[in-house]
């Protein structure tokens, strides 16, 4: 499976930027919820645990995601769970953890079928869409260390992955919300890392969305604010959808204030 392959190439990505930190960096706060380095891959090596545990079952994974689901409807944080799930695991030690299990991930999901389902914390998904939203994940949340390091990081058209869990979350930005999706569902032509021009939709001169793929998959993991970047909005289903377009599970969440999240200087 190709995606397991991109979830692969992803996490090595991540992982050759944090190469050489101490253990003392990765206590650096980002610009994500204060989150620290070692929060975001504690999350990271929490979520990869759990889409090993779902290719065991529905069982397995509901004894698995039962903890954390007591935790949150009490009002705990996601980082305070994890880390305790962890036993405080953290910097090198947890570095290493995580990417070995970023392998061993990688290997499970190319073995199956790519249209197998597998349980996960709202409705089950297939195995590709599963390991799609592990890229999305390490992607998005990498963009904050990229951030706090002032680091550039190289794209490749892998990131059409998450370009396709942005375009196939339109409708669900709107229902996490409450809200009726507006029609019809904007134009989308981008601009991949080598050049290619990907396109979604019928083609509207009133109601579209143009510019990089990688801002667009900024916008719609949340990593940027739409006024942040240089994404050509046309009409106004479109400028409702990027003022809040969301791809990922969990209730609503805010997008990041217009010039909160940018690299270090």
């Not at 990271?44 to 529905?58: Q, R, S």
């Not at 990081?153 to 979350?169: K, M, P």
């Amino acid at each position: 499976m190709q995606q397991a392959s991109d979830f692969r190439e992803e996490s090595l990505t991540l992982k050759t930027l944090i190469a050489d930190l101490d253990d003392a960096a990765f206590e650096e706060t980002t610009q994500f919820k204060s989150w620290t380095i070692n929060d975001v891959f504690r999350h990271l090596h929490f979520w990869n645990k759990a889409v090993m545990v779902a290719t065991e079952g529905d069982e397995a994974f509901a004894a698995f995601f039962e903890g954390v689901g007591a935790h949150m409807i009490k009002g705990g944080s996601l980082p305070e769970y994890e880390k305790a799930y962890l036993d405080g695991l953290s910097g090198g030690a947890l570095r290493e953890a995580w990417a070995s299990l970023v392998d061993e991930t990688a290997d499970a999901y190319a073995a199956l079928d790519p249209s197998s389902r597998v349980p996960w914390a709202g409705p089950s998904m297939s195995a590709r869409s599963a390991i799609s939203a592990r890229q999305m994940e390490t992607w998005a949340h990498g963009q904050e260390v990229f951030d706090v390091l002032g680091a550039d990081r190289e794209e490749h058209d892998r990131i059409r992955n998450i370009v396709v869990l942005g375009i196939n979350t339109f409708g669900w930005t709107f229902k996490v919300r409450g809200e009726t999706p507006p029609e019809p569902m904007p134009f989308v032509s981008l601009v991949s890392p080598s050049g290619e021009v990907w396109t979604y939709g019928e083609s509207q001169q009133s109601n579209f969305i143009q510019g990089d793929a990688v801002e667009f998959a900024q916008v719609v993991t949340q990593t940027r604010n739409i006024g942040d970047t240089s994404l050509t909005v046309v009409g106004d289903p479109a400028s409702d959808w990027m003022s809040k377009a969301q791809c990922f599970a969990g209730g609503a969440n805010p997008p990041p204030e217009k010039g909160s999240r940018f690299k270090a200087g």
